[in-house]
């Protein structure tokens, strides 16, 4: 294989527009019905032939993303390595824009962007179903960032149903530091002990809100079970989301676990008023904007 040889891929972050949680299980985990939608905020992953595995990061926010084998880009190639006899011997790049530690998948997209860029370099054509598995066993939300667009996550939310859905836009308010997923689903547990926890379920309003692509109908939908454990770990985000609202956005949640704040507004021209406001307001370090649905991992020409 020729050194100059490279393959990128592009993967976009997600927001969750329903995020219902059922009962802790046996296994510790969560059954969730999680209304998945992707965003036009990218991550790409450049896999190039190396002695070893290796990883770098660009992007403002690099100095947060482990370069070791946590790192879910590192576990996909190696996952994939091993499945088919080989050695991970690549060095993965990621030039990073989605928040780290965010609530927006950004390393769940990275495990997948790598997944299919080692495929790719490494020429396997491996089936879509395995790769989808191997993604289910990175990590709840990494089949989702492979595929993109709009889906219903059930089980763990690896479990994924296509959905349909018009076109949104979106503020996202990045907050100072990030959230541990795992720590906030363990204050849903604390905050949900001692009630009776209903089995998850996707909304019938919230879907047909998502296909008719009106913004008015999503806002008025938009659920996430998880939002309370996140104020309680990170009060401070009530105010951001006082901010946007009060800038006109439709409606504001958490994204996912946190601690980045989503927001459902009309058109770009909108989001651009939305997200000064936000800055203004000193009630986040930045805002991105995007449109959803977004594709999933996709391999860009060289
Ligand atoms: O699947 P993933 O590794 O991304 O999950 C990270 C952590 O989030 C898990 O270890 C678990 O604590 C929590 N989680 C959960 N239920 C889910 C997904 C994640 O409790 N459905």
Redesign the pocket.
Known sequence: MSPDRRVTVRVPAKVNVQLAVGA?RPD?????ANVFLAVSLYDEVTATPADSLRITCEGPDAGQVPLDRTNLAARAAELLAARHGLEPAVHLHIAKNIPVAGGMAGG?ADGAGALLACDTLWGLDTPRADLLDICAEL???VPFSLVGAAALGTG??EHLTPLEAGTFHWVFAVADGGLS??AV?REFDRLTAGTAVPEPAASPALLAALRSGDPDALAANLANDLQPAALSLRPQLAATLDAGLGAGALAALVSGSGPTTAFLVRDPEAALKVAAALEASATCRTTRTATSPAPGATVLLP
């Open positions: 802790a510790g985990f969560h059954d969730l769940s990590g709840s939300d763990r939310g997923t795992p689903f």
